[in-house]
Structure formats: structure tokens, C-alpha cells
């Protein structure tokens, strides 16, 4: 891998390790570029917190020690600052006035609710609902037309266990738009490493039938998922498999001379 941007840190409860140890893994494994993305706080005007995203008052911490590392190692490799986050239309403007003063370089949208926490559950939990699999696509549509967003983040988290032709219309009309727009499906390594439900066979033969590209997105949690070599040559062989041309680099997040 040249590049990943999906890569998270202690801040979000549940990944582990000092931001320098994610820096110098992804270059002892080669990479030109890193980014890192994690849970992008929210403020919600019930006061409710997120047990599984940064706090607010982090985001300074998030930064300085970001662009510090970014200047250190600027001569082995190009550091880029953003998130991934949820795309709730009604959460928007606080967010966006929440992040205005600060570098932002780039998003990426991870769908893990459908609505504001904690009024929605996790897509990744079985559900047989027809409305929240059509949800989730309207929203991951919605959310990529924005123009917030750089890609989607394991864009078959919803874990639908209905009615597999309804589930294969929908993957369609997903995979369809983001065909379309040229944008990647990811391949998530976190979920090949783990053996969970996605990246989905399901979901990658419909991509390869329209003709989709794709990008392997670490989904790093701790250091070490940037320079494992297994997990990362499987990620390789599942494009093969499905004959999904990889990109390298997201457009204007290239590594830099």
C-alpha cells in the first residue's frame, strides 16, 4: 500500500496507541502517504456524549500533535488530518461550526447510525428491516453528494439479514451511484482481518459487475494494522478476485515531493 486514510487514534475509546507509533509503522511498511481519520466528535444539544468518538475539547490535542508529526516526518512521508464521520442531516451545521477553525484536509464517511446517537443503533448489528437497509443507502448517497466526503468507508457495514434480492437491489443502487461519481468502494481491512461481515462477497461481485475501482482502507486501530503484510495481501488478492482496479491515491491527497 502507498496510501491509507482510514487510520484512527486513542481519542475515540477504542483504539490504542501514541500517534507517533501509527506514523512511524505506516513508514516502516512503505507508505508515501498517511491519513488519519478518527471519529469526528458531535455536539448535541441534550449534552448527550459518545462513548465511541473523540470528545470536543480533544480536537486541539488531535491537531497540534498531528502537524508536529506532520512537520517531523515530513521528509518520509505526507501526513494528512481529517475524519470519518457519519453523514445526519440535522447534526450538520453544529458540526461544521464545531471544525470551522480548524486544518481539516479531507473527510470520509463512515455510516455507523442512521440517525444521531444514541436514537439509532449500530448498522453493523443484524437487522432484518427493510427501511433501515434503504435508509442507510439514501443516506450514504446523500452523504457522498454532499461533497463533504472523500469516499466511503465499508460501504456494506449495513448487515442486513432479510430478503437477499432486496439486499442485492439496494448494494445495487449503491454501488450504481458510486460507479457513477467514480468514487471507490472500500475494502476494509479491519473487516478481512476480523472476519466480519464486511467487506461482503455479496457486495463486491456487484461491484465488479458495474465496473466499480476500489481502495484498501486499513481502518487502523492500533499501530500495527498499517505494516502487517498478510492482512494486506489478502486485502490485494479479494481486488484480484473481483477484478477491482485499486487506487493508489485519493485525488488531491497525494503524496507530496
Not at 20 to 46: N, Q, T
Not at 69 to 89: Q, V
Request: glycine residues 8%.
Amino acid at each position: 500500500m502507498f496510501a491509507n486514510y482510514h487510520t484512527h487514534t486513542s481519542r475515540c475509546g477504542h483504539a490504542r496507541g501514541e500517534d507517533r507509533e501509527y506514523v512511524e509503522h505506516a513508514i516502516s511498511s512503505g507508505m508515501k502517504v498517511l491519513g488519519f481519520s478518527d471519529h469526528c466528535p458531535w455536539i448535541y444539544d441534550d449534552g448527550y456524549v459518545s462513548g465511541s468518538r473523540m470528545l470536543p475539547s480533544e480536537l486541539d490535542g488531535y491537531f497540534s500533535s498531528l502537524l508536529s508529526l506532520k512537520k517531523e516526518y515530513e521528509k518520509d512521508i505526507t501526513i494528512y488530518i481529517g475524519f470519518e464521520a457519519e453523514y445526519i442531516p440535522d447534526q450538520m451545521e453544529a458540526q461544521d461550526a464545531l471544525l470551522k477553525d480548524y486544518p481539516v484536509d479531507y473527510m470520509i464517511l463512515g455510516q455507523h447510525t442512521n440517525e444521531r446517537e444514541p436514537l439509532s443503533p449500530y448498522t453493523g448489528d443484524p437487522t432484518p428491516d427493510e427501511a433501515d437497509l434503504v435508509r442507510y443507502v439514501d443516506l450514504c448517497i446523500e452523504g457522498m453528494g454532499s461533497g463533504r466526503y472523500k469516499y466511503l468507508a465499508h460501504p456494506d457495514l449495513l448487515n442486513f439479514i432479510g430478503n437477499s434480492q432486496f439486499l442485492d437491489e439496494q448494494f445495487t443502487r449503491l454501488c450504481t451511484y458510486l460507479k457513477e461519481k467514480e468514487l471507490p468502494v472500500e475494502i476494509n481491512l479491519l473487516g478481512v482481518r476480523e472476519g466480519r461481515h464486511y467487506s461482503s462477497h455479496r457486495f463486491l461481485s456487484i461491484a465488479q459487475k458495474l465496473g466499480c475501482k476500489a481502495i484498501i482502507g486499513c481502518d487502523a486501530h492500533f499501530p500495527e494494522a498499517l505494516s502487517d503484510p498478510d492482512p494486506i495481501k489478502v486485502c490485494h488478492l479479494i481486488a484480484e478476485r473481483y477484478e477491482l482496479p485499486l487506487i493508489d491515491y485519493l485525488p488531491g491527497l497525494e503524496a507530496k515531493e
